[in-house]
């Protein structure tokens, strides 16, 4: 079985550039998550899809984040204009909803460099 | 009340020996505490997992202690080995809101 696929792994862009990172969550896994990791820190939750729906985007900092599912498989993340202060590594995971302590798949993430 | 404090930072064993890494938590909603194994240029993975209706969880060399009156758990590494060396973090998360709090993890050095 597949994992879960992110690209690119690598990023870098000069600060007020735009960026994208897509991630293909494992099959059949209705949950998508966009985490966070800055150095020597762990993850930290931006936005949980169900399905197509964002559930729970209270951690995305909306004046220059985005993201979107469309039809509940692939998700892509967007940052505009990207800020020195956004490089660290994007992780997207996947889980199944219905399960009652849903096991999160990470993917090997997204590594942004801002100049 | 969110934090997962995870301590120490750094740790640094010898080869057979236990690797002893610990976290606490506020949150009394928190009932399901993971730990997850990240290796350099990878993304974390789930290693062992308890929620507070067990004290404690072995599979193989790993095991999770878990302290429910004193909101802590820790994670046990025997007989540590040079490939268990990568960053280990725990977690906690509430039932119905599939969301993980995430430690700011421990990196383990086993030395050959």
């Known amino acids: 079985e597949a994992g879960v696929v992110q690209s690119p792994r690598y990023k870098i862009i000069e600060k007020k550039q735009p960026v994208a990172f897509w991630c293909n969550p494992i099959s059949g896994h209705n949950t998508l998550y966009w985490y966070l990791q800055n150095l020597g820190q762990g993850p930290e939750l931006l936005i949980r899809y169900e399905n197509e729906e964002a559930v729970d985007d209270s951690q995305l900092p909306k004046d220059r984040f985005s993201a979107e599912r469309l039809k509940g498989v692939d998700s892509t993340l967007k940052i505009q204009p990207a800020e020195l202060g956004d490089s660290a590594v994007y992780l997207c995971a996947s889980s199944l909803m219905r399960t009652t302590y849903n096991e999160q798949f990470f993917g090997p993430g997204t590594r942004l460099t801002v100049l | 009340q969110q934090q997962v404090k995870q301590s120490p930072q750094s740790l640094i064993v010898q080869k057979g020996g236990i690797s002893i890494i610990n976290c606490a938590y506020e949150n009394t909603a928190f009932d399901y505490f993971p730990w997850y194994q990240q290796f350099p240029g990878k993304g974390p993975a789930l290693l062992i997992a308890i929620r507070p209706d067990v004290s404690e969880k072995k599979e193989g060399r790993f095991t999770i202690s878990f302290n429910k009156s004193a909101k802590q758990f820790s994670l046990h590494i025997m007989d540590s080995q040079p490939g268990d060396s990568a960053t280990y973090f725990c977690?906690?998360?509430?039932?119905?809101?599939?969301?993980?709090?995430f430690g700011t993890g421990t990196r383990l050095k086993v030395l050959a």
């Open positions: 977690a906690a998360g509430a039932s119905g809101t599939y969301k993980y709090i």
